[in-house]
């Protein structure tokens, strides 16, 4: 799972299957776990690019002006309007995004 490879890393994944509660207003948690974050990795797949919270969450990321990196799964950045301009990663190289996420967390425990 993506988000164990990132928590392996030592960050902090924030995901709504674990995060959310029953009750919990979802906009206001997404918006909690965004000004939490340094970053924000999205999943780019046919279910992806018809949830509402998906562009909710990017507009949201893309407005704090946090790096989003999008990683392709079966689906093209340009189905979801607001990455068009951003470098993807596709799924199967998705260490290639691990490394280089290894390499911003060490650069930040540096500073």
Do not use: Y
């Not at 959310?20 to 206001?28: K, P, S, T, V, W």
């Not at 340094?38 to 949201?60: D, H, K, M, T, Y």
């Amino acid at each position: 799972m993506m988000a164990e490879k990132v928590s392996a890393l030592g960050a902090v994944a924030w995901l709504d299957v674990k995060d959310l509660e029953g009750g919990d207003l979802i906009n206001a948690k997404i918006l909690e776990g965004l000004d939490a974050c340094q970053e924000a990795v999205v999943l780019v797949s046919p279910n992806s690019v018809v949830s509402q919270w998906v562009v909710f969450e990017i507009g949201a990321a893309l407005g704090q002006h946090k790096r989003v990196t999008p990683i392709l799964n079966n689906a093209s950045l340009g189905a979801i309007a607001p990455l068009k301009e951003i470098k993807a990663i596709d799924l199967n190289d998705f260490g290639r995004f691990l490394s280089e996420l290894k390499k911003r967390i060490q650069k930040a425990s540096e500073e």
